[in-house]
Structure formats: C-alpha cells, structure tokens
C-alpha cells in the first residue's frame, strides 16, 4: 500500500503559533486542519451554536482501495470511545468519498457495522430507525466520489443525516442512535482498527 503524506494547511510553525496564542492572552490550538487525499479537512466546525473540534480524522481502506476519509468532531478531544459516547454536548462525523459507491450497499455496510457492535438487545430496539436509515441510502443510487455523508447530533433534538450537503429531513430521536452510528468505527469490533485509532487522535494512523 503506497504510502501518503498529510499535508498539514497550517504553514505557521508550532513555536510561532504558540506566542501568538500567548501574546493574546490565549492557548495553542487544540487540532490543526490537515488535507487527506485530497479532501480538506477543518480543524474546527460549528453545530448547534457550539463551536467543535476535529479529534482526528482517517481512511477507510477496502483491501488496497480508499472508499472514504472519517472525521470527527466533539466538544473536546478525547483518546476513549466510553468517555465520547457520554460526553455532553453536540457532535458530528463526516465521511467524504473517495470512490463511487452505491447509496444501498453504503446504507447496508452501515447498518451492519451497527449490527456486529451492539448486543442482540440493543439492534432489535434499533431495527426501525436502521429500516429507516437504510431506505434513505436507497433512495441515491451512487454517492460519488467527493460527495459527503455527514451525520450531525445535537442533544435533545437528535440525530440529522446530511448526504452532501443536502438535508434528508428525517431524524433520528433515538438518544443513543449517534453513539450506536460511532460504533461502527470507535465499537469492539470497528470498520477498520487502523481507522479507530485516527479517529481518537493518533495522527500516524490516518492515512
């Protein structure tokens, strides 16, 4: 597998960074931007009036082939899944296509990753919403490449799903259904180990 350099956006050198932040009366930023097989990738976005940060972003390898990158933004950056899952406030993961892919077999590939990292107890309470979010991948025929998935929760009004750029209307009321959708990447039994450890921080694991 060739191996890809992340080009960091930020020229600013660390030191200068830092007292600029000092000088200001303020701290060093806690994430950078970085470019990932092309696809910018911010250092921060904003949800629910609330400012996140990137905790780290990665490529979703299929054998030698990349489907997509990964990010993930929270409140504060964290290297455990538990302490994700209950962290209070707003959260967003984003995939960007690197290849052409069908809207059900992503929706399928979703809905199993689910399946191999809840209990049989916590799936059958899910079934519905899966249904649901199933039949809203079926109804694209291909996510192409550079399109984006983007699944956006804001505690006490739920889970939204973006498809590229574009609002699907339905959502997700479930509390838990983000942290079930987190699973599939952060859960025992993840889409990839090398993308889980990108997505909690280690940077020599995102490409």
């Known amino acids: 597998m060739p191996h890809i350099t992340i080009r960091l956006r930020h020229k600013l050198g660390t030191a200068a960074v830092l007292s600029a932040a000092l000088a200001f009366g303020g701290t060093a930023p806690s994430a950078q931007a970085l470019t990932l097989h092309g696809v910018d990738i911010p250092a921060q976005v904003e949800l629910g009036s609330?400012?996140?940060?990137?905790?780290g972003a990665g490529t979703r390898y299929v054998f030698l082939f990349k489907v997509y990158t990964a990010a993930l933004y929270l409140p504060?950056?964290?290297a455990q899944?538990?302490?994700i899952y209950s962290m209070a406030g707003p959260k967003e993961l984003k995939l960007t296509m690197l290849r052409d892919v069908s809207g059900k077999e992503l929706g399928d590939k979703l809905n199993e990753g689910i399946k191999n990292n809840l209990t049989p107890e916590e799936f059958n309470a899910f079934i519905p919403s899966l249904a649901q979010l199933g039949g809203l991948f079926a109804q694209?025929?291909?996510?192409k490449t550079g399109e984006t998935v983007?699944?956006?929760d804001i505690p006490g009004k739920g889970c939204t799903l973006v498809i590229d750029g574009m609002a699907t209307g339905s959502v997700f009321t479930e509390p838990q259904f983000f942290n079930s959708m987190l699973k599939i990447w952060l859960g025992k039994d993840p889409a990839e180990d090398r993308l889980k450890r990108a997505l909690l921080g280690n940077a020599s694991d995102s490409n």
């Open 140 to 143: 694209k025929s291909q996510v």
């Open 150 to 152: 983007t699944f956006r």
């Open 76 to 78: 504060q950056k964290s």
């Open 81 to 83: 899944p538990q302490a």
């Open 50 to 55: 609330k400012t996140l940060i990137l905790n």
